[in-house]
């Protein structure tokens, strides 16, 4: 089954620019989208389509995607911003497609 | 506004059955995916399967093939989730989330859940 890998922490000063990396096989062949969840809340879609922002998402969430890795950049990071994220694609390479979520990355604000 | 409120939370013994619901509603029920995630304490998101409220078909991850029955009620647009045989490693917390498709030829190129429910928790004990 197909697997996505996220670092398990990332900090980042207030003001500065924090990128959270998800990575799997040939990724940049795949769709891919980033939640954003704050304790006790549920996920909020702040990516998608590797690099879409829904409406009413801040300009500073931004992604990229290619080869093996694809990344959320977060800039002038506020204390706002921490959060868990999440990357999630939809994996049909196997015989039973399905979606796949990463392990999730614990963004601090220093 | 597109809304799904799910029902509220659930204390199960091992090997009973719970069965969560979601209405939606600020959009046309039948024309999105309800899908359900769900997040045990401390832990990543788990997707669980897909609904299809037009047709009723079902799409569930292997883990939970044979234990878990997705429906749904068009007329009051409402989409269930059950899953059967609890065990203590379900207590989590479950959410459905509204589907986002993209098809291709009949290829699924890309799924994503642009709306969610407040979570139901769902405790199981003896």
């Known amino acids: 089954s197909y697997v996505l890998t996220q670092p398990p922490s990332v900090s980042v000063a207030p003001g500065k620019t924090a990128r959270i990396t998800c990575g799997g096989n040939?990724?940049?062949?795949?769709?891919v989208h980033w939640y954003q969840q704050k304790p006790g809340q549920a996920p909020v879609l702040v990516i998608y389509?590797?690099?879409d922002r829904p409406s009413g998402i801040p300009e500073r969430f931004s992604g990229s995607n290619s080869g093996n890795t694809a990344t959320l950049t977060i800039s002038r990071v506020e204390a706002g911003d921490e959060a868990d994220y999440y990357c999630?694609?939809?994996?049909?390479?196997?015989?039973?497609?399905?979606?796949?979520f990463g392990g999730g990355t614990k963004l601090t604000v220093l | 506004q597109v809304q799904l409120v799910q029902s509220g939370a659930e204390v199960k013994k091992p090997g009973a059955s719970v069965k969560v619901s979601c209405k939606a509603s600020?959009?046309?029920?039948?024309?999105?995916?309800i899908n359900w995630v769900r997040q045990a304490t401390g832990q990543g998101l788990e997707w669980m399967g897909w609904?299809?409220?037009?047709?009723?078909?079902?799409g569930y991850a292997q883990k939970f093939q044979g234990r878990v029955t997705m429906t749904r009620n068009t007329s009051i647009s409402t989409a269930y989730m059950e899953l059967s045989s609890l065990r203590s490693e379900d207590t989590a917390v479950y959410y459905c989330?509204?589907?986002?498709?993209?098809?291709?030829?009949?290829?699924?190129?890309?799924?994503?859940?642009?709306?969610w429910g407040q979570g139901t928790l769902v405790t199981v004990s003896s």
């Open positions: 989330a509204r589907g986002f498709r993209v098809v291709e030829m009949a290829t699924t190129l890309s799924y994503s859940f642009d709306y």
């Open positions: 600020g959009y046309t029920f039948t024309s999105y995916d």
């Open positions: 609904m299809n409220p037009n047709s009723g078909n079902t």
């Open positions: 040939n990724i940049g062949s795949k769709s």
């Open positions: 389509y590797d690099s």
């Open positions: 999630q694609v939809w994996d049909s390479s196997s015989d039973h497609p399905n979606v796949v």
